[in-house]
């Protein structure tokens, strides 16, 4: 199974959640990032049901705050 993570090709044994898919790509700081999966932004809740397919393309998104002082 192939997916696209980040932009980068991925090949998969198999279809995995997106929870499986944070520990498979060994995504730093999970309990912070926002998943992006074909456009769609999910809820953290979805992470353990929602499953990656093939051709899927998947973006891990971390949200800085800052920039006034």
């Known amino acids: 199974m192939r997916i ?10 198999r279809e ?3 929870k499986e898919l944070l520990v498979e790509l060994k995504v730093e ?3 912070y990032v926002t ?5 769609n932004i999910l809820l ?4 353990p049901t929602t ?3 093939d051709n899927d393309a998947v973006e891990f ?8 002082r």
């Open 51 to 53: 499953i990656v397919k």
């Open 35 to 39: 998943v992006q999966l074909n456009d």
């Open 61 to 68: 998104l971390y949200f800085m705050g800052g920039g006034a």
């Open 16 to 18: 995995l959640t997106v």
């Open 44 to 47: 953290t809740a979805d992470f």
């Open 4 to 13: 696209t993570a980040n932009g980068n090709n991925v090949t998969l044994d």
């Open 29 to 31: 700081a999970p309990e």
